[in-house]
């Protein structure tokens, strides 16, 4: 019976060191995915700032001149 007991100790030990590497990996994969997220925010925000930048841009550019397109009728 001994033996049936050692085997089974062993078989815990086996599950509970793969639960222990399993663990690891995904507390790893948790801040490799919380780097990739506040990088995609980060880009998104640059992005962000950059449209806002050129739509200010074209709103300069446009004339300003409202008298070139208005009509006058005699």
Known sequence: MSNRVEDLETRVEELEATVRGLTE??????????????????????????????SDRSEEEEPEDDAATDIIVA
Not at 26 to 51: G, M, P, S
């Open 25 to 54: 990996e995904l507390v790893e994969a948790n801040e490799r995915i919380r780097t990739l997220e506040a990088h995609h925010e980060a880009e998104t925000d640059v992005e962000t700032r950059e449209v806002g930048v050129e």
